[in-house]
């Protein structure tokens, strides 16, 4: 078993530049959450994913965006991109959440530096 | 409002016990997790504990609730240097439209020496 995957490790963009980055969740698994991580500080939340729709969303702009696939991979994409999104970008897949327990596993994480 | 705070760092002694200390603002939290990462890593759930539990041991984890002061604490007996880390206390929350979200504090980085 895989587990969760990401891609690219790692990616340096321009101000103003969009990016995508890409998860493969772990086998069996049909919810996908995406996450911030800022140097020194925990996981932000972002959004997550179930049967190809955004089912909830944390603060974050619009200029963040996703995408979820039949396969449930996903996709988030970043447009304008600013200094301040610089940071880890975490996925992490589970099934549905019941109740609030759902044991999420993380991927390793895309390592976003926008200069 | 939702907020998570920990203690930013903690040395112990190889062999020693840790307790790795957690508070948090808001009461429905239903689920409450701990979680490890280790340096270019993702996060590994370590442990959780139901909101109705006070107590959870699992091997060298002893995760410790008191709802009423809202404060969650994580013992790992006998530390080794394995254990050095950065630990996250991850409460679940509810949100609207009755689903639950993780709000992470910014992490306890736990350094064990010989």
């Known amino acids: 078993d895989a587990g969760v995957t990401q891609s690219p490790t790692h990616l340096i963009k321009t101000r103003g530049q969009q990016v995508t980055l890409r998860c493969s969740p772990k086998s069996g698994h049909d919810t996908v959450s995406w996450y911030q991580q800022a140097l020194g500080q925990g996981p932000q939340f972002i959004f997550q994913?179930?049967?190809?729709?955004?089912?909830q969303r944390g603060n974050f702009p619009d200029r963040f965006s996703g995408h979820q696939f039949p396969n449930y991979s996903s996709e988030l994409n970043v447009n304008a991109l600013l200094l301040g999104d610089s940071a880890l970008y975490l996925c992490?897949?589970?099934?549905?959440?019941?109740?609030?327990?759902?044991?999420?596993?993380f991927g390793p994480g895309t390592r976003l530096t926008v200069t | 409002g939702e907020d998570v705070e920990q203690s930013l760092f903690l040395s112990v002694r190889e062999g020693d016990s840790s307790v790795i200390n957690c508070t948090y603002t808001d009461s429905s939290s239903t689920y409450l997790y701990w979680y490890k990462q280790e340096p270019g890593a993702g996060l590994q759930l370590l442990t959780y504990i139901f909101s109705n539990m006070d107590m959870k041991q699992d091997q060298r984890l002893t995760v410790l609730l008191n709802k009423k002061d809202k404060h969650l604490s994580l013992r790992i007996a006998d530390t080794q240097t394995g254990d050095s880390a950065i630990y996250f206390c991850a409460p679940s929350l509810k949100v609207s439209g009755g689903y639950n979200k993780l709000i992470f504090g910014a992490g306890t980085r736990l350094a064990v020496h010989p």
């Open positions: 992490a897949s589970s099934l549905l959440p019941v109740e609030g327990f759902y044991e999420q596993y």
């Open positions: 994913y179930y049967e190809e729709e955004e089912r």
